[in-house]
């Protein structure tokens, strides 16, 4: 593992911890509500997009570092969505 690889590693890491505080904040809350959907939805949908980048590239930091950017984005849009549909929390 050379230092460029190493340093993926690090900025992957520290982008991928900064979504822990929120995902834990709407799991045990269950409010969502201001959180934009449409925010989240892209979110996902464009880690996922670098996961696929990272595994075409080979390229360890890339795929760690949003494979799990990507979950805990889909979680917090996932109960987004869950709480939309089921009328449990309403949108201002």
Excluded at 2 to 13: H, P, V, Y
Excluded at 48 to 63: E, F, K, M
Aim: hydrophobic letters at 45%.
């Amino acid at each position: 593992m050379d230092a460029t690889e190493i340093l993926g590693l690090i900025a992957a890491g520290i982008t991928t911890l900064a979504n822990i505080p929120q995902t834990v904040k709407v799991i045990k809350t269950k409010s969502t509500k201001s959180i934009s959907a449409f925010t989240y939805s892209l979110l996902t949908i464009g880690m996922a997009t670098w996961v696929v980048y990272g595994i075409l590239q080979s390229d360890l930091p890339i795929i760690i570092g949003n494979s799990i950017a990507t979950a805990l984005c889909g979680t917090i849009l996932f109960v987004k969505l869950y709480m939309k549909l089921s009328k449990q929390e309403k949108e201002d």
